[in-house]
């Protein structure tokens, strides 16, 4: 009878480490985020999604879809990964929210004073202090993203005028 009971016992444990996600160091961490993801603005609501952004796309919104039964602190790390000018890995901005655990979404925002900088950045996503999930992002100059136009090299030729005739 104990042997049975052990069995069921480990079966259950082992059922729930494949319900859980597995962090870069290896260990596992309850899986309660759906799906992470970027967006542009739209008027100030959360706009198209997106990993490419210009440095005037200001601001930046970060969503979290989560599985929310139970309170829980939601924390936000925006990295700045290559950016010039900026040590490799600074964390620019940490925001933190604590769920009601009435909550299936986490958005946070994030706006520089003026416009961004460019280069590539992160963000790390922790549930109750421990990671769940991050993304890469790019922000652009806008001469980067934007194509240019060939020019008609006919239009720039100067027109002469026939000479007179007396």
Partial sequence: MKQ????????????????????ADGAAVDSVVKKI???????GE????SENFS???????CVIEIENTKPMLVKMNLVAVKVRGVKPETKVVSVSYQTTGMQDQVNFTGKPDG????GTYRVDIF?????????????????KTARLTPVNVK??????KSPRRP
């Fill in 4 to 23: 049975i009971l052990l069995l069921i016992f480990f079966s259950v444990f082992a059922l729930n480490a494949f319900g859980q996600i597995e962090r």
């Fill in 37 to 43: 993801y970027l967006a542009k603005d739209s008027g």
């Fill in 46 to 49: 959360i706009g198209e999604t």
């Fill in 55 to 61: 440095v005037n796309d200001v601001p930046i919104y």
């Fill in 115 to 118: 416009f961004w900088t460019a």
């Fill in 127 to 143: 549930i109750d202090g421990k990671p769940v999930g991050a993304k890469d992002f790019e922000i652009q100059n806008p001469i």
């Fill in 155 to 160: 239009n720039l030729t100067p027109k002469t």
